[in-house]
């Protein structure tokens, strides 16, 4: 019985020997498997992680760069995004002043001045002030652009504009008449002009064209800032539908890089061990 037993005991140190010597062979089969796919893996995030953590910091300061006020200008950005032109674009004077409308937004000397209710329905110079109706409303103007009054019919102005003209008083045609200005544009009184009115009127010249495009590119940035475009893309919405998909495969992946990292990392332990121990004998 002793034999036997002592036998089948060297039996199964046998077996548990082969096993651990299986076991062993498959680690190291899985491993060398692994560490190619591991450092492609790494190498694949690496180029995202890059580009999160640099849009991430220019976000962190797009107040001191100026990205949350700086206008995408390029046009296949703007097509990217599909910011398309504006319907209608009025150039009302090119010298001294550039004063221009597109749609219901009005432009001093290129920039942004009034954000209208509805469509511009015209713009002038008077002395030193600039002008601009809507619908209901008349937008008073300093020649940099801003806004110095807003009259609407609470303050007298008639309902309905279509029109604005200027033969030594500012006219405005509504469709109830027409209405005549006080030299403080305070009170406005309905009449009949005696001579024909010089309304504003969108320009055909050549220089008015030219800068109709111009216009054309500047009220299609002012819808699109370098900071959104910069959100967009952190967040993985610059590429589209599929955009947040691919962030959440970026995200798989690194779960992935560290589970094998640390698998890795266990299998090369025993490694450092066994040369520690002949090194020592």
């Known amino acids: 019985m002793t034999q036997k037993h002592h036998n089948n005991r060297n039996d199964h140190r046998n077996n548990s020997q082969k096993q651990k010597s299986h076991a062993q062979k498959l680690a190291k089969k899985l491993a060398k498997q692994l560490r190619p796919w591991h450092r492609r893996l790494g190498i694949f995030c690496a180029l995202f992680i890059m580009l999160m953590a640099s849009s991430g910091v220019v976000i962190n300061h797009s107040n001191h760069l100026s990205i949350d006020t700086a206008q995408v200008q390029q046009k296949w950005m703007l097509d990217y995004y599909g910011i398309t032109p504006p319907n209608n674009i009025a150039i009302y004077q090119t010298e001294p002043l550039s004063l221009a409308s597109t749609d219901n937004l009005a432009w001093v000397q290129h920039q942004l001045a009034v954000e209208a209710d509805s469509p511009i329905k015209g713009m002038l110079t008077l002395g030193n002030i600039l002008l601009a109706i ?40 509504t469709q109830d008449g027409y209405f005549m200005a006080d030299d403080e544009l305070i009170e406005w009184t309905q009449a009949e002009p005696l001579a024909i ?43 589209g539908s599929l955009g947040p998909w691919f962030m959440d495969l970026v995200a798989l992946s690194l779960i992935i890089m560290a589970i094998s990292g640390i698998y890795l990392w266990q299998q090369g332990k025993p490694k450092k061990k066994a040369r520690g121990a002949r090194s020592k004998t």
């Open 197 to 239: 009115i010089p309304w504003s009127q969108a320009l055909s010249t050549p220089a008015a064209q030219s800068e109709s495009g111009r216009i054309s590119l500047l009220a299609r940035s002012s819808h699109l800032t370098w900071e959104r475009v910069i959100l967009d893309i952190h967040s993985g919405r610059f590429f």
């Open 134 to 173: 809507d619908n209901n409303h008349l937008y008073m103007l300093s020649k940099d652009g801003e806004l110095m009054e807003k009259q609407d019919a609470s303050m007298g102005l008639p309902r309905g504009i279509e029109a604005i003209g200027f033969d030594g008083q500012v006219w405005l045609k």
